[in-house]
């Protein structure tokens, strides 16, 4: 299984709303990756988890809270956002937890809009 | 912004022909990335060459790296419709890896 599989897939979702996205990998990956990513823009990174411990997060609002509850397994919790947070959601895993950053395997994404 | 740029923003070309892209970057680099997307999906892994490294070759991919000038190109050879998509390179310093503002690349059959 060389997957990283994102759900949902499709996210509509108000501004008062409480939702997660899931993401799981099954390939052994020890580091594992939200990006967010606008239409016609690059991915930025949000957060990285290696070993299931949080060990980036670029500055991200707390309406985003991020989960690791196993090496398989990644969780995003939103509560609150914003329209301006509408955006495709990238998961991405990598082997190594202590090599980060390299050979990243992404996940389709889960598209979201905040209304 | 540390966020490399790359040219050309959007390239067209025939079946058959060659494409070649570019990426410029500002810091020092681990190494450089190549990723591929296709419309609204998410990112598959290329090819990597390291900061160390000038050339690196993956089927019909040559990826060239002159960390003097802080650019790299990746080249397609003998293009074919699937190959459109957009192309990202990514660079990795230390705790970051920042993509490029990508290349959208469309092979006509």
């Known amino acids: 299984d060389t997957e990283v599989t994102q759900t949902p897939k499709h996210l509509v979702m108000g501004m008062t709303n409480k939702k997660s996205l899931k993401c799981e990998q099954h390939?052994?990956?020890?580091?594992m990756y939200w990006y967010k990513q606008k239409a016609k823009k690059p991915p930025e990174l949000m957060f990285v988890?290696?070993?299931?411990?949080?060990?980036i997060n670029e500055s991200v609002p707390s309406r985003f809270s991020p989960e690791c509850p196993n090496s398989s397994l990644l969780n995003l919790h939103l509560h609150a956002l914003q329209p301006e947070d509408s955006a495709l959601y990238l998961c991405?895993?990598?082997?190594?937890?202590?090599?980060?950053?390299?050979?990243?395997?992404f996940g389709s994404g889960t598209q979201l809009s905040v209304l | 912004s540390q966020q490399g740029e790359e040219d050309p923003q959007a390239l067209s070309i025939q079946e058959g022909e060659n494409a070649t892209m570019n990426c410029s970057y500002k810091t020092s680099i681990n190494n450089l990335q190549w990723y591929r997307q296709n419309s609204g999906r998410g990112l598959v892994h290329l090819i990597l060459i390291r900061s160390n490294e000038r050339e690196k070759h993956s089927g019909r991919l040559r990826v060239t790296l002159d960390t003097s000038k802080k650019s790299s190109s990746l080249l397609i050879t003998a293009s074919r419709a699937a190959d459109t998509a957009s192309y990202f390179c990514a660079t990795h310093n230390t705790d970051k890896l920042i993509f490029g503002t990508g290349t959208r690349l469309q092979v006509f059959p």
């Open positions: 991405a895993s990598s082997q190594d937890g202590a090599l980060l950053l390299e050979k990243l395997f």
């Open positions: 390939m052994g990956h020890r580091a």
């Open positions: 988890y290696s070993y299931e411990k949080l060990s």
